[in-house]
Structures are given as structure tokens and as C-alpha cells.
């Protein structure tokens, strides 16, 4: 019996491997497609795995630097992809920040503060939560056509517009910091008031330091979805130079002329912000995404 044991464990093992094995393998694949498109010459989609010939020729044209084409003519970069990378980075971060301003202090006044009407403005932020963004598209190009004749960087075109329409997604952040904020012990923030500190000192220098992990997932999350976000983004910008990499890659794939290494190309240089922010914020998304709040 303990011999069928061992053998029944040993082959559990295997395929858990196998399974290991496959896993890595299915995640890498599509990652090393996209590399050696980014650096196979000429713009011709390709099932090979391996490379025959290297050629940085989408590098610098996405890098904005002309190149010699294989028959020496000098290639100008098409476009400004260098210039729609720091739009997306800027228009992410600054997003970031505006929904995690937003969504903080409005969590924090459902979670501690008492006023008129907060039961049902929770229930409709829940019910909010219910419909995608898309489906807001006609009204957020209609209001911002309506703003911009007024202010005409806040209409359409404008980098400001697209972060005020990304801010409006912030009732699932509210919920999710809501629920953080709960957990925290209000022996503290009882015990700081018995001592003169406002509720504004109260929320900046207890509340927000206990609250820092939740927070870095709620800046991290948005960050990741709006760097490359195309919905939106087609919606209200419209001219080259104000377009963001969502927006841009779309010009690489027009009819009768698929650009896959150049696209390749410009999705790794996408990757990198993304990643950076994950790499430098690990230990907070850890710690928010296991654990609450500190009790007792």
C-alpha cells in the first residue's frame, strides 16, 4: 500500500509540473511573439518562433530616429510614438492621482462622518458600479463639445477633459477604500480628537499612513487601466499630436497597410511604465491586496 502511495504521489507531482511547465509556457509565448515582431525586418506578420536576421529598424523609427531601409533609402519615423507615450504617462499618472484624492476623502467622510442622505448615495454609487463606461461615451462627447465652447481646454482635444472623464469612474474605489478605512481601530482617531486634532489633521496624519497599502492598489489599478485605455480616449482626442498610445496604436493597423513591427515595437515601449509602477509599488500591492487594516 505504501508503494501505490509513493507511485499515486509521484504522479500527482509530474503533472502538477506539467501544469507549472505549461503555465510558463503559455504566459511566455505571446511575449516572445511580440519581441522578435519588434525586431524581425519589414512589417510582415510571422509564425516563426526564431529569428533569421535581427533588425532594429521599428526601434528607431518609434524611437522618432530615420533609418536606412534595406535598399539604403533613409526612413523618417510616421509617427510621434515617443510624444504619444509621455501623453499616456502623463494622463495615467495625473488620473491616478485625481481618482485617489477623490475617492479617499469621499470614503473616508461614508465611512466616519454621519450626514443626510448617505444610505442612499452609497447605493447609488453600488448602482452606478452596474454599467459600464462605455455606454456614457454620446454624453461625455456631448458635454465636453458643450464645455469647450466656453472653456476651451476643458472641450474636446484636451488632455484635461480626458482625466476629468477618467475621475468619473470612482465609485468602485470609493467602495473598496470604504471598507479599509472600517477596519481601522477608531480608538485612534477617538483618542486624537480628546487631544484637539481636527478631523482634516485626523485623516492626513493617522488615517492616510495606516491606509497607505489599499491605497497604492486603488493608484496602481487605475494607472494600469487608463495608460492605455482607447475608448475613452478616441472619444476626445482626435488630433495627432494629442493622441496616447491607446489611441495610436490603432494607425499602425489601418487597411492594406498592417505595421505588426513597429506595433510590436511601441507595445513593449507600453509595457515599461506599467511595469516600473508594479516593480516599485510590490510591497504596498502585497500588503493592500492581503491584508486589512490593523485591528485591536
Do not use: C
Not at 534595406?70 to 481618482?99: D, H, R
Amino acid at each position: 500500500m505504501a508503494q501505490v502511495r509513493d507511485a499515486s504521489m509521484r504522479w500527482r507531482l509530474w503533472l502538477v509540473h506539467l501544469a507549472l511547465i505549461l503555465l510558463v509556457l503559455v504566459s511566455i509565448f505571446p511575449f516572445w511573439m511580440v519581441v522578435t515582431a519588434s525586431l524581425r525586418p519589414g512589417n510582415l506578420a510571422s509564425n516563426e518562433l526564431f529569428l533569421r536576421q535581427i533588425s532594429f529598424e521599428h526601434w528607431l523609427s518609434v524611437l522618432g530616429i530615420a533609418y536606412q531601409d534595406a535598399q539604403g533609402q533613409w526612413v523618417q519615423p510616421q509617427f510621434p510614438v515617443l510624444l504619444w507615450w509621455w501623453n499616456s504617462v502623463k494622463i495615467a499618472f495625473l488620473s491616478s492621482a485625481l481618482v485617489l484624492l477623490l475617492s479617499t476623502t469621499a470614503a473616508y467622510a461614508f465611512a466616519r462622518l454621519r450626514f443626510a442622505g448617505k444610505r442612499s448615495l452609497l447605493m447609488g454609487l453600488l448602482f452606478v458600479q452596474m454599467f459600464p463606461g462605455v455606454l456614457a461615451l454620446v454624453a461625455v462627447y456631448t458635454i465636453f463639445d458643450h464645455i469647450g465652447q466656453v472653456f476651451p481646454w476643458l472641450g474636446l482635444d484636451s488632455h484635461w477633459s480626458l482625466m476629468l472623464a477618467y475621475s468619473s469612474g470612482v465609485a468602485h474605489n470609493i467602495w473598496v477604500i470604504k471598507g479599509y478605512f472600517e477596519t481601522l481601530p477608531i480608538e485612534i482617531e477617538e483618542a486624537a480628537k480628546v487631544e484637539g486634532a481636527s478631523t482634516w489633521v485626523i485623516f492626513r496624519r493617522i488615517v492616510l499612513p495606516m491606509t497607505l497599502p489599499i491605497l497604492m492598489v486603488v493608484f496602481v489599478l487605475t494607472f494600469v487601466g487608463t495608460i492605455i485605455e482607447y475608448p475613452a480616449a478616441k472619444t476626445i482626442l482626435h488630433q495627432e499630436h494629442n493622441l496616447t498610445l491607446g489611441v495610436g496604436f490603432k494607425l499602425f493597423l489601418i487597411e492594406q497597410r498592417y505595421l505588426w513591427g513597429d506595433f510590436a515595437a511601441t507595445a513593449i515601449l507600453a509595457s515599461l511604465p506599467i511595469s516600473i509602477v508594479f516593480l516599485s509599488m510590490q510591497g504596498f500591492l502585497i500588503k493592500g491586496l492581503t491584508s486589512g487594516g490593523v485591528k485591536g
